[in-house]
């Protein structure tokens, strides 16, 4: 099992993955790091990644990019209405009133969500990180932008459920910067001393995000956030734009009309940006046969370029600024700005960063994988399938929340549960007054965060009086999560009865509720105004010793007093939730879920079906040329077989670009497999002619070898004096019968025509040789017995002849070597 950390971008994807050596970046079917966000349709299979962005100019209406800004969001949303001036394929609304894309996909008309998009991408990814670790992928942390609401958290969890995925938590894309940043650090300060602060900026295709952190030993708080939708693709829309208006006055064609010469000159203005980073002077622009047969040409220099997206820079110096001004830092409290993405690559963002941060622009982090390994470093902490040093994050729930409740006799109430930059994960436990069921509902303070403030609408049900008729206190607990989604995540009401109990037993805290893994606040609410009791306001005298009265888990009495004593026993009764908030429900993602997996199994058999046709088809054109007048195997077959069978191949090739155009997998296979059954006798003879003249030599230099070891025994050769004769006979028997076997077989050989099977195979031959040289190994290998030592006190003249002859081992009376 290994742990992944992705990061989703608009553009393109990158997948981390924590090993035991570290964190590595994987690379996909292409040997690529970066995916690119893209889905294709053509015909009965999806393309994903790579091959969907290199087929996209020819099949534009089919293949999905830029869908990430989507999630989550209405049709009518003015955010869709401004991303489809980035896309050529098709919108519409959906049912529920989410946006729907429209694709053809198994020769049909379908309409997919953004979220179900998001999944195939996951898919893919998940398939890519599996491959390249050799090894099951489940557990994962997901990056997103730091202004996602809830609705666009929740689909993208809702689209990571769908391929499969175990998210362990959604992070921000500037906390996994920072993450990448400070775990490896070993120089921050001590958590008692003053936090090191840096500055992040990171500013890719689609968005600019900054952060300010604080980092200690071990830990990284968050201080706060600024950001703006703005990215290179909109440096890259403004310079196409005046490109094309050059066009159209010099070449009277106009660009915007023709989707498809549109996109090229994106992707070449794209090019020439990334090129005016290096170069002030003016650089060219040349695009073959762009419309109309029309080769076009222009220039532009980076001061041009700088002129025209003022205005962009003008956003990206506020968002500097205002991330300056919400940190409450001065320049001499910033450490550093890391700057990571794409677009910081641009001098004048660059320029932006010094002017206003008065710190030098660092790029020690990778500007494109900086993100996608803070998040898989994130999942190697969480993860406990993995080992990892422990390094706590703090991260910020970027927006102002407020709740709001029904009140009773017509009033309600409402207050701002969260402030913007609000610590997260954190809860909140609101105390009300009520006799019945009521609602409650969050929102967001800012209407400008999202065109529908709303988060959800939670009813709280089997609420009562108590016996006397009286409102009783209901305890609602507001959380944030790691995740950054807000919700309520449970209701609660207490019942007071009297009853005997120790002094300082048995006292139970009605504020505490369940133990959360984050801080928690509480605020009362009365049943008359249903507003916050003054006593228990945040601002009136002594309301923190009272908060702090409410968590604790004993009693001031003195603990030696044990008398009895009547006291009102707490009884916390859990309430019922029905919960209207974003997201699918569990029938839907269960739907989705199912749907994702037929097209999963439906594009491997596709991918059968495609290999098993090419196969054909390159059998076909493969045997045709060798069986030509002058092909290699036309030899090795009569002309009448020979002319059928390329009368065969010739018919299947017509067939493919036919009615076999889109048969099934086991039909190529079939078809296959009959014309193999015709041409592998061919194929054979062809081998056997090849490597017999060779396996006949080898055979032949093996009798020789046999013989000569025979004549050099007869000889009297020193080396074969330990053999017996015996031995030497059986030797000489086998190279003589080798030797008529094989002149036998020559014979044979010499004489067959090339269109009939050999008599012997080739398999025969290598047999012979095998056995001769067995024989041969086992007689002429076989090792000298070791001379008899002589006795010790026999004098040493009497052993010179035994010196003089070879020996297996040094005598006593030799220099002996030491071998260690």
């Known amino acids: 099992m290994s742990v992944i950390g992705i990061d ?12 035991s050596g570290g964190i590595e970046t994987l690379a996909n079917d292409y040997s690529l790091r970066a995916t690119p966000s893209c889905v294709a349709f053509a015909g009965k299979k999806r393309i994903l990644g790579v091959a969907a962005k290199n087929q996209q100019v020819t099949n534009m209406k089919n293949t999905i990019s830029d869908f990430k800004r989507l999630l989550g969001r209405k049709f009518n949303d003015p955010q869709v209405e401004l991303e489809s001036k980035f896309i050529p394929y098709r919108l519409e609304p959906r049912p529920d009133g989410g946006v729907g894309i429209r694709v053809n996909y198994l020769d049909e008309e379908q309409v997919f969500s953004p979220e179900q998009l998001t999944a195939m991408l996951f898919t893919k990814l998940k398939e890519t990180s599996e491959t390249a670790l050799q090894a099951q992928v489940n557990d994962c942390v997901i990056a997103c932008p730091i202004f996602f609401t809830n609705a666009e958290r929740q689909a993208l969890l809702n689209a990571a459920n769908i391929a499969d995925l175990n998210v362990l938590r959604l992070i921000n894309e500037t906390t996994a910067v920072a993450l990448s940043y400070g775990f490896y650090k070993q120089d921050l300060p001590a958590a008692d001393e003053k936090p090191r602060n840096v500055i992040f900026v990171d500013f890719g295709n689609a968005s600019l995000q900054v952060s300010a952190v604080a980092f200690n030993k071990g830990k990284l708080k968050m201080i706060c956030s600024a950001w703006d939708q703005i990215g290179g693709r909109d440096f890259d829309a403004i310079l196409a734009d005046k490109f094309a208006q050059d066009f159209q006055v010099k070449y009277k064609i106009n660009a915007k009309t023709n989707p498809r010469a549109y996109l090229r000159l994106l992707s070449e203005v794209e090019k020439i940006k990334k090129q005016m980073s290096a170069n002030s002077t003016k650089l060219p622009l040349n695009i073959e046969c762009f419309m109309e047969e029309i080769d076009v040409h222009s220039s532009m220099a980076r001061s041009e370029m700088e002129e025209l997206c003022a205005h962009l820079l003008k956003r990206t110096e506020q968002t500097f600024m205002k991330c300056f001004s919400d940190s409450k830092l001065s320049p001499e409290d910033i450490y550093s700005v890391e700057v990571v993405g794409g677009s910081t690559r641009i001098p004048a963002v660059k320029a932006l960063i010094e002017q206003i941060f008065h710190k030098p622009v660092n790029t020690t982090l990778n500007q494109d994988e900086a993100v996608s390994r803070g998040a898989a470093l994130q999942c190697a902490i969480l993860s406990p399938k993995v080992r990892a040093r422990e390094f706590s994050v703090v991260d910020i729930q970027n927006y102002p929340v407020n709740i709001s409740w029904d009140g009773e006799s017509g009033q309600s109430g409402e207050m701002e549960v969260f402030s913007a930059f609000h610590a997260a994960p954190f809860s909140r436990l609101l105390t009300l007054y009520r006799r019945e069921p009521f609602n409650m509902q969050i929102t967001y303070s800012d209407p400008a965060t999202f065109p529908d403030p709303v988060v959800g609408r939670w009813h709280v049900k089997d609420v009562k ?11 609602v607990k507001v959380r944030i999560d790691h995740n950054g989604i807000l919700f309520i995540s449970s209701a609660s009401m207490v019942e007071k009865r009297e009853t005997e109990a120790e002094n300082g037993a048995n006292e139970q805290n009605d504020a505490t509720g369940e133990q959360m893994d984050c801080q928690e606040e509480e605020y009362r609410y009365d049943n008359n105004s249903n507003q916050q009791n003054i006593a228990d306001s945040p601002t009136a005298p002594g309301w923190a010793q009272r908060v702090k009265g409410w968590f604790s888990s004993g009693t001031n009495d003195d603990p030696k ?14 309430l019922a939730l029905e919960a209207k908030t974003h997201g699918f429900t569990i029938d839907e993602l269960r739907k989705y879920h199912e749907e994702e997996s037929r097209m999963i199994q ?7 079906r495609v290999d098993a046709r090419n196969a054909l088809e390159e059998f076909i054109y493969d045997m045709r040329d060798k069986l030509a007048e002058e092909g290699v195997l036309s030899s090795f077959v009569v002309d009448n077989d020979r002319q059928g069978i390329c009368s065969q191949l010739n018919e299947l090739e017509n067939w493919l670009y036919e009615e076999g155009e889109d048969c099934d997998r086991d039909t190529y296979r079939n078809k296959l497999d009959h014309l193999q059954g015709l041409t592998d006798p061919i194929k054979a003879r062809s081998l056997e002619f090849e490597y017999q003249p060779r396996d006949f030599d080898e055979l032949g230099h093996c009798i020789q070898m046999a013989r000569k070891a025979v004549l050099e025994y007869r000889e009297g050769a020193t080396k074969y004096n330990h053999l017996t004769e015996t031995e030497i006979l059986n030797l000489s028997e086998s190279a003589d019968r080798a030797q008529k076997w094989h002149d036998d077989q020559i014979g044979k050989f010499q004489r067959s025509p090339k269109t009939v099977d050999l008599p012997v195979k080739s398999s025969e031959i290598r047999h012979e040789i095998h056995t001769l040289s067995q024989c041969m190994n086992s007689v002429l290998n076989r090792p000298k017995p070791k001379p008899p030592t002589p006795p010790a006190d026999q004098p040493a003249a009497d052993n010179k002849q035994a010196k003089d002859e070879p020996t297996a081992e040094p005598t006593l009376s030799e220099d002996k070597m030491e071998v260690e």
């Open 8 to 19: 989703f971008g608009n553009e393109s994807c990158f997948v981390a993955a924590g090993l």
């Open 465 to 475: 009086p108590n016996a006397a008729g009286e409102s009783q206190e209901v305890k």
């Open 561 to 574: 007093n044990k008398e009895k004593k009547k006291k009102a026993a707490v009884k916390m009764i859990d």
């Open 602 to 608: 439906n594009d491997r058999q596709e991918k059968e």
